[in-house]
């Protein structure tokens, strides 16, 4: 749509990703990402964290199940997406407003982190292949997710989980049969 305020954000989740359903059985994940500014104060020498902001974002269909599986909390991630005003009436009757991003697209930072996509069968959609099915390890402890993000320093361990369909591939990927690290393009 014309007009809509797009926005990229980067910071952490709050909590882990919500994955639900709607009745029609499009799923649906909601998250909170956690941003906070900091900067240098050259007089005490020492850095200082400003006024945090959260904003609560949503993302759906394939990707909601590829965030719900993929992410956890206290992740570094950066969202794409398009900043929406909602208004309601509050218990008391009084009319407020809440912004939101509606989630365009979203990954791991990997400004701390290293990360690893395995693809999932597509479902549809623009997108050729999504994340999903690769084993995580993030600040010491290991999960299944769709990548995988270490902290600095941490030990690579680039095995496949046994989760997701991490064997999957388009036909028209051509990195399905590349024989060497060089783009096939």
Do not use: H
Request: hydrophobic share 30%.
């Amino acid at each position: 749509m014309a007009g809509e305020t797009q926005i990229t954000l980067v910071g952490n989740l709050t909590a882990d990703p919500e994955l639900r359903f709607t009745p029609s059985g499009a799923a649906v994940a909601n998250f909170t990402v956690a941003s906070t500014p900091r900067t240098f104060d050259r007089q005490t020498n020492e850095w200082r964290d400003g006024e945090a902001m959260f904003l609560n974002c949503s993302v759906w269909r394939q990707a909601a199940e590829n965030v719900a599986e993929s992410l956890t909390k206290g992740m570094r991630v950066i969202v794409q997406g398009r900043l929406r005003a909602r208004s309601y009436d509050d218990r008391e009757g009084n009319r407020r407003t809440v912004f939101e991003v509606q989630v365009d697209e979203i990954g791991p930072s990997l400004r701390y982190a290293t990360a690893r996509v395995t693809r999932t069968p597509s479902g549809g959609g623009g997108g050729n292949w999504s994340g999903g099915g690769a084993q995580s390890s993030y600040g010491g402890g290991q999960q299944q997710s769709g990548y995988q993000q270490q902290a600095p320093g941490g030990q690579q361990d680039w095995g496949q989980g046994s989760q997701g369909g991490g064997q999957a591939q388009q036909v028209n990927d051509p990195w399905a049969n590349a024989q060497s690290d060089e783009p096939p393009f």
